[in-house]
Every structure is written in C-alpha cells, then in structure tokens.
C-alpha cells in the first residue's frame, strides 16, 4: 500500500503550546519530588510562561497557516498568546500569598493553571472545529479542577460542581452545533466553511442555521452572556478569589477570541442571522449584568455581575465584524486583565484567613486606613466602569467606534446607557470605603505579591488609560 | 504459502505463552490464604448471600476513573495501528511521544499514591 | 470505498440523533440528581457522536470520525473530573441532590 505522507507540519507555528506543556509537565513531575516548599514551582511556572510568550514571537510574515489549515498564527493570536501569558502569570502571582494563607498546598494548582494557558493559545490560534473543541475542554476541565481545589469548603465544592454541570452542558450544545455546520459544508477547518458560506450553497440550509444558533448558545454559556450566565455569580463567588480573577480574564478573552474567529471572520456573509442573536445577547447581558450588579453586596457576586455586563461590551466588538472590532477586542482584554487583577488583588489584601471580608460593608472606612489601597481600588473600579483617561475608557471607546463604523448607533447608545448606570454600584464601593466609619478593625497583612501584581496592575491601568497609541498601533497592526 | 500463517502461528504462541504463565506464575507466586468465603464456589471469593443493597467503598471509584481515562486513550491507537506500515517511522515516533506523555500521567498517579489499595 | 448509504437515509440517523439530544437536555433540565443529571449530559454527548458519524459516512470522509475520537476522550476526561467533584462534595455534605447547593445566594 501507499505510504502515507506526514502532514506539513510545523512545530514553530505551535511553540507557545509545545512549552506551556512541557513546563505544566515539569511542575506536575517536580512536585512530586519536592517537599512541603512550592516556590520552585512558581518559578518554573513563571519561566514557562515567559518563554511561552518569547516563542510566540518565532513567526514573521503572519498570518502562517499550518497542519493543513487546522491551526494559524497570525496577528490577533500572538496578541492574544501574550495577554493569556500575562494573566496567567498575574494569577500566579497573586495566588502565593493567598494559597500560603488558605492553606491551598497542592502543587498541581500551578500546572493547572500552565495547562490552561495551553488551552487558551489553542483556542486562540485554532481555524478548525475540532481544535477549537479542544482548546475549550481543556480550558474548561483546568478550570473545573481549580475551582474546586479547596477540597474541604463547601462553598468551592459547589461553586465546581455548578461549573462543571453547565459547563459540560454547554459544550454539548457546542458540539451539537459543530456536527451540524460539518455536516452542511462538509469540513470542520473555518477556512472551507467560509469558503462554502461565500459561494453561497449553504447560506440558507437549515441545519447550517441550527448549527449557528446551537454555537452561540455553547459559546453564551462559556463567556457567561446572558439568558446563558446563571452560573458565573455562584462560581465566582465560590472559587478561590485568585482562581476568580483567573476565570474572568484569561479563558474569557481566549473563548472570544474563538467567537471572533467563527463569526466575525468565518461567516460574515450570513451576519444577518447570528449578528441580531449576538445582537439580543448583548443588550441583555449587558442590562442584565449592571441591573442585577447593584443589588449584591457580596463584592465578588458583584464583580461577576460587572464581567456578565462586560461581556456584553465585549460581544459588540464580535457583532462589529471588521478590523477595528477585533483590534478593540484585544486591547479591551489586555485592559480588563489589568482591572480584574487590581480589583481582586485588593479584594485577597482585604481578606484574611478565616474570614475573607467578601461584603461591601466591609470596605467601609478603608481610606482612612490604607488611603494607597482605597485609591487603588477606586482608580479600578472607575476604570472598569470606563471614566476617562482610564484604560477601561479607552477600551470601551475603540469597541464603540468600531460598532459606529458599521453603523450600529441604537447598540452604542445602549451601551453609553449601560456604563452610565454601570458607575452607580462601581461608585457605591468607593462611597463606602471614603465615606462610612469602619465597622471593624482592618487587619490587614500586606502580602509583598499580592501588592507587586496591585502596582502592575495600576501601572498597565493608568498606562493603557494615558497612553494607548503604542499598543493600539500593536492591535491594529 | 505456509509463510503467511507464520505471523499467526507465533501470535498464537505468544498468546498461549502468556496466558499459561500467568496461571503457572501466579499459583508459585501469589500468597494461599484459605477461608470460607474463598472456597465457595461462585463469586471469586465474594460472600454469595448478602444484602442487595451493597454500597462499594469508596476507593473503588478512584481506581475506576483512573481506568476509564487510561482506557479510553487507547481509542487513539486503533486507527495508528491499521495504518501503522503506511504512516511509517513518522507516525512511530509520534506514538512514542505519545505514550510518553500517557506515562508521565501515570507516574504522577503511582506516586501521588491514587494506585494504592489501602 | 464503496459504502450504500440507501438502506437507512441520513435523515433517520440525524432524527435519533436530535431525539437523544433533547431527552439528554430534558434529563438536564428536568432532574434534580447530579449524578442522573450527569448522565443526561452523556447522552448529549453521545447524540452528537451519531450525527458526526453519520455526516461522516454520508459525506465519505473521515473529519467526523476523528472528531468523535475527541469527543469521547474529552467525555472520558470530563467524566473523572466531574466524579471527583461530586465526590468531594459528597464528602462534606451527603447529598446528591442539586436543590441542595444552595449556600450561596444573590
């Protein structure tokens, strides 16, 4: 018989992935080996991650197309690659002190995390179904893991259970929804569909509009977009605050990143139909998510409830379809990983072991205390409601003018709307922390970490807010 | 035309070697403990009469899962091995590294304990 | 290869298909048992296997099969993890029953 020829392939396209694996072997193979003393892992966790980035840069000449089209780097993945890198590390960062205060002790917490940035680069660079399957699951299952990982609070029990639940639910609509734009165009790889999309066949097919409906929910659920986001307050609220942080930025960004890559980029011929469904998504995630932010008290719900309106934001850069929308949808990103990690670095500062401090009313009076960390935290959550010249401004003011340049004015003028109403609860934290006496006394430990990832977040938040040429440039490149 | 059950003919070999080493090997090695329950003769040592609603300890599911995911993995090697002469040495090292990987995964399992019955 | 593909035409396959795939979301929705709900989930997944298979023999190309290699690896994997969770929440609080999850509350 024939021999069959090895695929063109192409191991330097794939170099983020192969040593974000490799490391995330070597911490699971090195824990085991160490004792009671998980420093060594952080580090190596941390090189990887480095060199993850550094590699993601051995491409020139993007986009490069390789393994026969399943898997591409061009200029939105590398951009990615280097946020999840940086998030990835950030959460690394802010977990040491929080795990040596809680007593998380497993090792695997932090290849854990590797495998996940893993999964996100794929699901970055993916143009094939079944790649971008993969890169979700693996996302998904690292993230089942991690929020369960303190195996003894109920609360973390609960919040993974719920995870996994909808989450393995979701991805059966996900997949359902693959099996049937396969089975209209006959291939999973993005470029043929798009091809068959243009030519014109499939545009009407049943099945292919089943299959996109079936998508959008499974990708609704995986970014948390309302009618789809009933799990992430429960989840946010129960994971482990540096795994929260974690989940809002990294797998979030990773799975638009995909969404824009099978809409915006695969079928912008049949718009029309998912474009008024994305459409509908993100008018109520939006509504739903700044609505329902103002009555928590509990300041992680509330955050989750800010990154469900966030989302909403987010997928009008999907709905925008062009260029623009995809240069603002990685530098909304790179910004919002800034915000979340300063607000939830505070968040682990605020708390101590046994008692975390998760309600508003807790702020109160922080000012007064610690004036650096009460300023910190106003600057971001202002930032995430999108007061100028913060970063989260000028984030929101790409996506805007990228959904204006298509014309979607009445969705731009709802999402004005939204970000005004946004500040009423964002203002309320800060009200309560500069106006209202302590109902306790502050004790609290500044852990040297927990403060490092603070400042680097304050520095990429006022930085990207002053200055965002450069890296506007670098997105729209 | 003999040759070609040549392959078979020590395939069949090999299979009866293994399966009569065991059996030889395991009544010279494995420990003789006799009682009751042991002698009966179904259920391999299981009590025969007992309540149905036995619930299974704990431990079995560790063990079970752990099964379930190194077996299912083994669904990747059936298309390598139809195709085994025609994806040639490429598709050897391939499965190596494969298999590489697997074992890394095991070893993290036998050393954090999970194949401990106790 | 020379495959009949009339004896069963591909809509009967996609029809059982869809039928699992909505008892596997009305398992989902309707029962309170995380295991059976679990399970549910399973069917779902399952449902999908069989229309990839289907397309794939219809549209006499491998695509689909190989996607269901990784849809049942990835099931597999989900499964252990999803086990373990429920495992270690039944460890502090023995029940199975979602109604019962419910400490954290908007």
């Known amino acids: ?477 | 035309m003999l040759e070609s059950y040549l392959g078979a003919g020590l395939m069949l070999l090999l299979a009866i070697g293994i399966a009569v080493g065991m059996v030889v090997m395991t009544s010279f090695l494995g420990p003789k403990r006799q009682f009751a329950d042991k002698m009966e003769p179904f259920e391999c040592g299981e009590s025969p009469i007992v309540s149905p609603h036995q619930r299974f300890s704990v431990k079995f599911y560790l063990v079970a899962v752990l099964f379930v995911l190194f077996d299912i993995e083994a669904v990747f090697f059936f298309p390598w091995a139809i195709l085994f002469k025609q994806l040639g040495i490429f598709g050897f090292v391939e499965m190596l590294l494969f298999i590489l990987i697997l074992g890394v995964g095991l070893l993290y399992v036998w050393k954090r304990g999970g194949l401990d019955w106790e | 290869m020379d495959i009949s593909f009339d004896a069963i035409p591909l809509a009967h396959y996609l029809l059982l298909s869809a039928t699992l795939f909505v008892i596997g979301v009305m398992g989902v929705l309707m029962r309170r048992n995380a295991i059976v709900v679990f399970m549910s989930i399973e069917i779902m997944l399952n449902a999908v296997n069989i229309s990839l298979i289907s397309f794939d023999r219809y549209l006499n190309q491998h695509d689909g099969q190989i996607f269901s290699f990784m849809v049942m690896c990835v099931a597999a994997a989900e499964v252990s993890v999803g086990l373990a969770i429920i495992i270690a929440l039944f460890r502090n609080k023995p029940t199975v029953n979602l109604d019962e999850f419910n400490i954290m509350k908007s």
């Open chain 1, 1 to 477: 018989m024939e021999p069959i020829p090895a695929p063109s392939i192409d191991l330097v396209s794939l170099a983020p992935v192969l040593v974000l694996t490799v490391f995330g072997i070597m911490v699971l193979v090195t824990d085991l080996f160490i004792g009671k003393n998980k420093s060594a892992l952080v580090f190596i966790s941390l090189t990887g991650l480095l060199m993850a980035a550094i590699s993601s840069l051995a491409k020139y000449d993007l986009p490069v197309y390789s393994f026969n089209g399943a898997y591409i780097v061009d200029h939105l993945s590398v951009f990615f690659t280097f946020i999840f890198c940086i998030s990835s590390a950030l959460a690394i960062l802010v977990s040491i002190d929080f795990n040596q205060r809680e007593g998380i002790k497993v090792g695997e917490y932090y290849s854990l995390i590797l495998f996940c940035t893993v999964g996100m680069v794929l699901l970055a660079s993916s143009t094939d179904m079944i790649m971008i399957f993969l890169g979700i699951e693996i996302v998904s299952i690292c993230l089942y893991v991690l929020a369960g990982i303190r195996r003894n609070d109920p609360k973390s029990n609960e919040a993974a259970l719920k995870y996994f639940l909808l989450g393995a639910f979701a991805t059966g609509f996900l997949l359902y929804g693959m099996a049937l734009i396969y089975g209209t165009t006959g291939s999973t790889k993005l470029t043929i569909i798009a091809e068959m999309i243009r030519e014109g066949s499939v545009r009407s097919e049943p099945l292919m509009l089943m299959g996109v409906v079936l998508l959008i929910i499974g990708f609704g659920f995986k970014v948390a977009s309302v009618p789809f986001h009933m799990w992430a307050p429960d989840v946010y609220q129960g994971a482990p605050t540096p795994v929260t942080a974690f989940m809002a930025v990294g797998p979030k960004a990773a799975t638009l990143a995909a969404f824009f890559r099978v809409f915006a980029e695969t079928m912008p011929e049949i718009s029309p139909s998912w474009g008024i469904l994305l459409y509908i998504l993100s008018v109520l995630s939006m509504f739903i998510g700044n609505l329902g932010a103002i009555m928590q008290t509990n300041i992680k719900r509330l955050l989750a409830f800010s990154s469900v309106a966030h989302v909403g934001y987010l997928l009008i850069a999907i709905i925008a379809k062009n260029s623009l929308g995809s240069a603002s949808l990685m530098f909304y990103m790179l910004a919002y990983a800034f915000m979340i990690f300063g607000a939830f670095g505070i968040v682990i500062l605020i708390g101590r072991k046994g008692d975390e401090n998760l309600e508003i009313e807790n702020y109160s009076g922080l000012a007064y205390k610690h004036p650096i960390l009460a300023l910190s935290m106003t600057i971001f959550l202002l930032s995430l409601g999108g007061l100028p010249p913060l970063a989260g401004f000028v984030a929101k003011f790409y996506i805007f003018s990228a959904a204006l340049k298509e014309g979607f004015v009445v969705l731009v003028i709802l999402a004005v709307l939204n970000s005004a109403i946004s500040f009423y609860y964002y203002l309320k934290v800060v009200v309560y922390m500069y106006m209202k006496e302590p109902i306790k006394e502050f004790n609290i430990t500044l852990s040297p970490m927990t403060l490092f990832v603070v400042a680097i977040a304050l520095f990429g938040t006022l930085h990207l807010g002053i200055f965002p040429g450069p890296i506007i440039a670098l997105a729209q490149y």
